[in-house]
């Protein structure tokens, strides 16, 4: 175990060769498990980890902020919902916007909210990206996650739903998020995310295309619900197999876009 | 392996013990300080029968880095009692029939405990939502959720 206390001793934490820790709710489990698998724990305590700063149109969220500090936030008041959704109390206290990027496959529904809203990572090291680039290489990424940068959402431009089979909690069979811009009634333009529809977060592209311009509507809904499988890659696991997410996934993304119960 | 002191707040008595690399919360307090009321049940974040409060908030305990709890002030359900008094909470699951095997009954009483310090007058959907995290198998969750707003209207002086 390496406890880092700031951002200024990052070489000695990268030379500790280790799995960097945030709120412990998936690395913990791997140590309870299987301890052996783990070569080492980083711990940061830098406190700017646990920060949430506005600056222009953005918001930057530490990466130790937890799903509670999430709900609690008043910029953040659009992801409230989706931290919500994740766990129970006591997990979302520990749960961090950082760990869940890292979140394997059923996990990571804050990630698809983030991904839906256009967020970028930053690195310690000052490097930033794209949260979708982020995704692609995540499995071999290096370093230290400073923050989450996300352009100011409104909560009504956002939009969440989160798909389980126990209530009022469980793992998602999937989660879906859109942003969605214009007026209320139709899209100018939106970005669709999917959580547990492939190895990460994936954006739905087809169907945010086919959303543009149409009405919020069940008609004008409809072909980009239709389109919305062309861009994931579902598969079977305990909780669904990909033939029933494939089947449910387009009702689902309906329910979501238009609010319906 | 090596292990290290850490010193902690275990029910407001300053507590010490020794804690390995990676070791969790839960087996500091059963094995270190001895404080068996907090449960392992899975392990894995899953079930909430570990659940503490740490500085007020629920935690799972098997999921928290014990030595992450150091100066932090931990609250069990060993600590819920003064004496021969009971919690009004451990009263109420004790009449209602809330608890049959007990094995959750530590983490449902301790993340009820952090609801009603925050939210005294829960409606029903508030404190489903609060122990939404900790898994019963015997009772169906019905006299648990009865129970705490049983102890909330007690606590407030009002009818339950």
């Given at each position: 175990m390496t406890t880092v206390q700031t951002f200024a001793s990052l070489a000695e934490a990268s030379a500790a060769q280790g799995a960097i820790m945030g709120g412990g709710t998936l690395l913990m489990r791997q140590v309870n498990e299987a301890p052996h698998t783990v070569p080492g724990l980083i711990r940061i305590?830098?406190?700017?980890?646990?920060?949430?700063?506005?600056?222009?149109?953005?918001?930057?969220?530490?990466?130790?902020?937890?799903?509670?500090?999430?709900?609690?936030?008043?910029?953040?008041?659009?992801?409230?919902?989706?931290?919500?959704?994740?766990?129970?109390?006591?997990?979302?206290?520990?749960?961090?916007?950082?760990?869940?990027?890292?979140?394997?496959?059923?996990?990571?529904?804050?990630?698809?909210?983030?991904?839906?809203?256009?967020?970028?990572?930053?690195?310690?090291?000052?490097?930033?990206?794209?949260?979708?680039?982020?995704?692609?290489?995540?499995?071999?990424a290096q370093g230290i996650l400073a923050t989450v940068s996300v352009v100011r959402t409104r909560p009504e431009q956002l939009r969440f739903r989160k798909v389980s089979r126990t209530r009022p909690k469980g793992v998602s069979v999937m989660s879906i998020a859109a942003r969605l811009d214009g007026?209320?009634?139709?899209?100018?333009?939106?970005?669709?995310?999917?959580?547990?529809?492939?190895?990460?977060?994936?954006?739905?592209?087809?169907?945010?295309?086919?959303?543009?311009?149409?009405?919020?509507d069940t008609d004008g809904v409809g072909p980009a619900c239709a389109a919305c499988l062309e861009d994931l890659s579902p598969a079977d696991d305990a909780l669904a197999s990909a033939w029933y997410r494939a089947q449910v996934a387009p009702i689902y993304l309906r329910r979501c876009l238009l609010g319906e119960s | 392996m090596p292990k290290k002191p850490m010193s902690f707040t275990l029910n407001d008595a300053e507590t010490g013990v020794f804690v390995e690399e990676g070791q969790n919360l839960l087996e500091a307090l059963r094995r270190g300080a001895g404080d068996l009321s907090p449960k392992f049940g899975c392990g894995q974040g899953t079930c909430g029968a570990c659940t503490v409060l740490i500085d007020g908030a629920p935690h799972l305990s098997c999921l928290t880095l014990a030595e992450a709890a150091a100066s932090?002030?931990?609250?069990?359900?060993?600590?819920?009692?003064?004496?021969?008094?009971?919690?009004?909470?451990?009263?109420?699951?004790?009449?209602?029939?809330?608890?049959?095997?007990?094995?959750?009954?530590?983490?449902?009483?301790?993340?009820?405990?952090?609801?009603?310090?925050?939210?005294?007058?829960p409606t029903r959907e508030e404190v489903i939502e609060a122990i939404s995290g900790n898994l019963c198998r015997c009772t169906g969750y019905g006299p648990i959720v009865d129970a705490i707003l049983t102890a909330a209207a007690r606590m407030q002086g009002r009818a339950a």
């Amino acid at each position: 175990m390496t406890t880092v206390q700031t951002f200024a001793s990052l070489a000695e934490a990268s030379a500790a060769q280790g799995a960097i820790m945030g709120g412990g709710t998936l690395l913990m489990r791997q140590v309870n498990e299987a301890p052996h698998t783990v070569p080492g724990l980083i711990r940061i305590t830098d406190p700017g980890l646990s920060r949430v700063s506005a600056s222009g149109d953005r918001i930057e969220i530490g990466a130790g902020v937890t799903m509670r500090q999430v709900m609690d936030h008043p910029d953040l008041a659009a992801f409230a919902p989706v931290a919500r959704a994740i766990g129970g109390p006591a997990l979302r206290n520990m749960a961090t916007v950082g760990g869940n990027l890292f979140a394997p496959h059923p996990y990571g529904d804050f990630t698809v909210g983030l991904l839906a809203a256009g967020a970028q990572v930053v690195w310690a090291d000052g490097r930033r990206e794209e949260l979708e680039d982020f995704l692609r290489g995540r499995v071999s990424a290096q370093g230290i996650l400073a923050t989450v940068s996300v352009v100011r959402t409104r909560p009504e431009q956002l939009r969440f739903r989160k798909v389980s089979r126990t209530r009022p909690k469980g793992v998602s069979v999937m989660s879906i998020a859109a942003r969605l811009d214009g007026t209320g009634s139709s899209a100018s333009s939106a970005r669709i995310a999917f959580g547990a529809m492939g190895p990460t977060p994936l954006r739905a592209r087809a169907a945010e295309v086919a959303l543009q311009g149409v009405r919020l509507d069940t008609d004008g809904v409809g072909p980009a619900c239709a389109a919305c499988l062309e861009d994931l890659s579902p598969a079977d696991d305990a909780l669904a197999s990909a033939w029933y997410r494939a089947q449910v996934a387009p009702i689902y993304l309906r329910r979501c876009l238009l609010g319906e119960s | 392996m090596p292990k290290k002191p850490m010193s902690f707040t275990l029910n407001d008595a300053e507590t010490g013990v020794f804690v390995e690399e990676g070791q969790n919360l839960l087996e500091a307090l059963r094995r270190g300080a001895g404080d068996l009321s907090p449960k392992f049940g899975c392990g894995q974040g899953t079930c909430g029968a570990c659940t503490v409060l740490i500085d007020g908030a629920p935690h799972l305990s098997c999921l928290t880095l014990a030595e992450a709890a150091a100066s932090r002030r931990v609250e069990t359900t060993g600590g819920l009692a003064a004496g021969p008094e009971l919690h009004p909470l451990q009263t109420a699951f004790m009449e209602g029939f809330a608890a049959q095997c007990g094995f959750c009954t530590g983490g449902m009483l301790m993340v009820a405990k952090a609801l009603l310090a925050e939210n005294p007058r829960p409606t029903r959907e508030e404190v489903i939502e609060a122990i939404s995290g900790n898994l019963c198998r015997c009772t169906g969750y019905g006299p648990i959720v009865d129970a705490i707003l049983t102890a909330a209207a007690r606590m407030q002086g009002r009818a339950a």
